[in-house]
């Protein structure tokens, strides 16, 4: 089955304490995002990756990375995580093309910071 | 950057009853795709309409696109219970896969 896995699915964890949320797809898709999602605020892009070893700044970047070390996976990494980071926070993934493809979610994250 | 902007935010009606949510932009876009999200959940692709187009169907969903008026509008036809979800717009404007959200329209389908 085509799918985008994220994990964990919940996390409460407190400030400083660094964190890694993991995605992975099985699509062979070369793109990957990362968003947030805040009441009001819709979803704002943190990174993205158009390929193995290419990232790049999304529209929210400040307080994350990324990486892209294969194709499959792009694991969101909170060095020293705040309470501002506290949010629901999606994976996506998809071709790369002039044409654009439809973007396929995860199921999402709901980190906590206290 | 907010580049899709949905109107109304949250729109109620009862089941049967057609549901109509707008979107306008600003740039000039390649295409722009029209997602859901159950509440907590991911998003799922609903349609895609390109710039040189200017209507499409997919089962109850139509679409337009007005690229004059950087518009957009997504009508769901007798909406059913299951339809209550949010919609958001999706905008790629450098034309490649990178995509920008709404902030996306409520919709309620009561029984």
């Known amino acids: 089955e085509a799918q985008v896995t994220q994990n964990p699915r919940y996390l409460i964890t407190v400030t400083g304490k660094k964190l890694t949320v993991t995605c992975s797809q099985n699509m062979n898709h070369e793109y990957m995002s990362w968003y947030r999602q805040d009441p009001g605020l819709g979803l704002r892009q943190i990174y993205y990756?158009?390929?193995?070893?290419?990232?790049d700044k999304g529209d929210v970047p400040e307080g994350y990375k990324v990486s892209r070390k294969e194709k499959r996976n792009f694991p969101l990494i909170l060095e020293s995580p705040s309470p501002n980071q506290t949010s629901l926070y999606f994976c996506?993934?998809?071709?790369?093309?002039?044409?654009?493809?439809?973007?396929?979610f995860g199921p999402g994250t709901r980190l906590t910071v206290t | 950057s907010q580049q899709g902007e949905e109107d109304p935010q949250a729109l109620s009606i009862q089941e049967g009853e057609n549901a109509t949510m707008n979107c306008s932009y600003k740039?000039?876009?390649?295409?722009l795709q029209w997602y859901r999200q159950n509440s907590g959940r991911g998003l799922v692709h609903l349609i895609l309409?390109?710039?040189?187009?200017r209507e499409k169907h997919s089962g109850r969903l139509r679409v337009t696109l007005d690229t004059s008026k950087k518009s957009s509008s997504l009508l769901i036809t007798a909406s059913r219970a299951a339809d209550t979800a949010s919609y958001f717009c999706a905008t790629d404007a450098d034309g490649y896969s990178t995509l920008t959200f709404g902030k996306g329209t409520m919709l309620l389908v009561s029984p």
């Open positions: 740039t000039s876009i390649n295409n």
């Open positions: 996506a993934s998809s071709y790369v093309s002039s044409n654009s493809y439809e973007q396929y």
């Open positions: 990756s158009m390929n193995v070893e290419v990232t």
């Open positions: 309409i390109r710039s040189n187009e």
